[in-house]
Every structure is written in structure tokens, then in C-alpha cells.
């Protein structure tokens, strides 16, 4: 898969690729995350991507010409099918994001995000150019940098063969709409705080049907909604 970024801020975004597992994806060659200044895109002699709102009012708006320019050229570059292709653009107005919808993206070859800016971006941008629009919550963030970087961490550690382990994808939260059971390492006793006895004993099957009622029981507790759905 290839990820391309558009944003005013390269900078917030590569300490977050150079790291860990989105790192080792890139390494392994299971991702290509290719960053892009917006500036570069800009047509404007002074490299300018905002500009005032017609009608009045606060704040700036983004320009559609370097975003249009810009994904257009990614588009060339990337060189998919259409179908295997998502522009989405980051904003507090877009659909909630979850695990659900994350996974939806596993299955493209290119992704292009744009981060928003500013007041926003202006409304051909959305219109005629993004095919999602992603929030990560119901809160304003001064960018979509982060959202994207959110974005790009729980979509990699999805894709076939970046996580060593099958299982952990398997057993891990939201997975059948359940919170994952509680976990416990080395000692088994810490502070006068015992590990359940149980897990010490080796009997998988007791083991497992402890942890789906563990599931199930801190999904009830923590986030009833989940079980609605
Ligand atoms: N940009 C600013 N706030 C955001 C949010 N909550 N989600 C996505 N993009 C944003």
C-alpha cells in the first residue's frame, strides 16, 4: 500500500513514521508513507495555501488550487485503478472513526490524506476531490496531522504481515465488539496482588472461557454501547 500525506507541517508527522512498527512496515517494504508539503503545490508567488472567506468572517480558508494540483499529481504518481484508490480528507466534520471503518481501508493500494487547516478548506475541495471525510472524535484539533497520524498508525498495523503475531489482531479490543480480557505477566504475586489462580494452571480451555466472560463482563461495564451495536 502507499500512503501519501499532504500537509503544511511534514515535520509533525515523520517523528510518528520513523518509529516502532510503522517504521518496521516501511522497512519490511509493507507500506510506502511518502510525505508532501503543500507549499510546493502552491501556485502563488509567496506559496500561499489560505486565503480570507468570501462573505466575510473570521479566520482563513484553504485554497483549492494546491490541493487539487497536489492530488492530482499523487493520483499520476501512484498509477492505481480508481477503485483502488481513497483521497480523504481529515476533519472534525467527517465520520467517526473505528475500528470497523479502519479495517475498510485495509484493501486499497493508494491513499492520499489531506490534512486540514486553518477554519477549513475550501468546500470544491470536499465536493469534487475527497471521497472520505474522517474524524477521530468529536473535538477540534488545530490540524489533521495528527488525525492523520492516528489515521496511518491503527490502518498499518492491519495490513498482512505487520504484525508478527496473527492471534494479537485476533483477541485485541473491538474485535466482535468486545473490550479485550485482562492481562497479567510475571510476577504472580506483586505487592500482595495475585494473578487469578487460574492462569497459572494451564488448562487452556478453562483459560479461554474465563477471558471471553472477562471480555464480556468489562465490555458491560466499561462501554455497554458496544454490545447494542
Ligand atoms: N481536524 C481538526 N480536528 C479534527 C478531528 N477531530 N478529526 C479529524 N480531523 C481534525
Known amino acids: ?17 520513523e518509529e516502532s512498527i510503522i517504521k518496521r512496515a516501511r522497512e519490511k517494504g509493507k507500506v510506502r508513507i511518502l510525505m508532501h508539503n503543500l507549499r510546493d503545490y502552491s501556485s502563488d508567488k509567496h506559496k500561499k495555501v489560505d486565503d480570507r472567506p468570501f462573505g466575510g468572517g473570521s479566520g482563513m480558508v484553504m485554497t483549492p488550487q494546491p490541493i487539487f494540483e497536489a492530488v492530482e499529481a499523487l493520483v499520476r504518481q501512484g498509477n492505481v485503478e480508481s477503485a483502488k484508490r481513497r483521497v480523504v480528507l481529515l476533519t472534525p466534520q467527517g465520520t467517526r472513526l473505528d475500528q470497523k471503518r479502519i479495517k475498510r481501508f485495509t484493501k486499497y493500494k493508494q ?7 486553518y477554519e477549513g478548506v475550501d468546500e470544491r475541495v470536499r465536493t469534487s476531490l475527497v471521497d472520505d471525510e474522517i474524524s477521530i472524535g468529536d473535538y477540534v484539533l488545530t490540524g489533521g496531522e495528527l488525525p492523520a497520524m492516528v489515521f496511518v498508525d491503527c490502518l498499518v498495523r492491519l495490513l498482512p504481515g505487520v504484525l508478527g503475531d496473527k492471534n494479537s489482531l485476533k483477541f485485541e479490543s473491538f474485535e466482535g465488539n468486545l473490550l479485550e480480557y485482562p492481562h497479567y505477566t510475571r510476577p504472580a504475586a506483586f505487592r500482595g496482588l495475585e494473578v487469578p489462580n487460574l492462569l497459572l494452571s494451564g488448562d487452556h480451555s478453562h483459560i479461554e472461557a474465563w477471558r471471553k466472560e472477562q471480555a464480556l463482563k468489562r ?10 451495536q
Open 1 to 17: 500500500m502507499r500512503i501519501d500525506i499532504l500537509t503544511i507541517f511534514p515535520g509533525m508527522c515523520m517523528p510518528i513514521i
Open 111 to 117: 491513499l492520499i490524506l489531506i490534512c486540514g487547516r
Open 219 to 228: 465490555t458491560k461495564r466499561k462501554r455497554p454501547d458496544l454490545l447494542k
